[in-house]
């Protein structure tokens, strides 16, 4: 079984500050990882994604996340946010043979 | 080219009340997703259809139906609503099972 926690419900941030949104995940099999955004009303859409190669991945809107194999840690980062930022964002991993398993969901508060 | 689309957006039902949530895609995927979005727990999956034909449970299948009615279209039904379905509802679809594109929702109220 595979299991994804965010470690943080809510984070406040002030407009042009950095961010990390934390993410840990648990798997006895090699994973891939995923992070999706969530705007108000609307769906999930897929920001960036680790399947292999390169720990650092860049994704889409300026945002990047590193893979660290050690700490079963895929942290979310972007080191300028802007007020269109504010959003939920979630952490996915998924192996084959089963499904994509979500975290609870980070809400990303951006404040002028 | 409109993706995934989820009807209806917005549903009230009375406790015991039946309805089927429909979903639609032209992507051409073979995988489909229902899943439920509750606050502070994430998208659980509820059923999935991995290609025309077939269906499997997901991780809170219990008080739903699902139906893959072709390779366009994937419902979900509520035979008999409870409160404890209230809750938003995403239709997934996906080439495998990676890369997931979502439709908008679907707001349920149980009352």
């Known amino acids: 079984a595979q299991s994804v926690t965010q470690l943080d419900s809510q984070v406040p941030v002030f407009e042009e500050a950095p961010v990390e949104l934390r993410c840990n995940y648990s798997?006895?099999?090699?994973?891939?990882l995923f992070w999706y955004v969530q705007y108000p009303n609307q769906g999930l859409q897929l920001l960036l994604k680790?399947?292999?190669?390169?720990?650092l991945v860049k994704g889409i809107n300026g945002f990047e996340a590193e893979f660290n194999k050690s700490q079963t840690s895929f942290h979310l980062r972007k080191p300028s946010v802007h007020i269109s930022d504010t959003a939920e964002y979630f952490c996915a991993v998924y192996n084959a043979g089963n499904m994509l398993t979500f975290g609870g969901g980070t809400r990303l508060m951006v404040k002028p | 080219n409109a993706g995934v689309t989820q009807t209806p957006k917005f549903q009230v039902l009375k406790t015991g009340q039946s309805m089927t949530l429909q979903c639609a895609q032209d992507?051409?995927?073979?995988?489909m997703y229902w899943y439920r979005q509750d606050p502070g727990m994430g998208l659980r999956l509820i059923y999935y259809?991995?290609?025309?034909?077939?269906?499997d449970k997901g991780e809170v299948p219990n008080g739903y139906n699902v139906s893959r009615l072709n390779k366009r279209e994937f419902s979900l039904r509520l035979e008999s609503a409870a409160p404890s379905q209230t809750s938003v509802y995403f239709c997934a679809t996906a080439w495998g099972g990676e890369k997931l594109f979502f439709g908008s929702g679907t707001q349920l109220s149980v009352l």
């Open positions: 259809s991995a290609s025309e034909g077939t269906t």
């Open positions: 798997s006895s099999v090699s994973v891939y």
């Open positions: 680790y399947l292999s190669g390169s720990t």
């Open positions: 992507m051409n995927h073979n995988s």
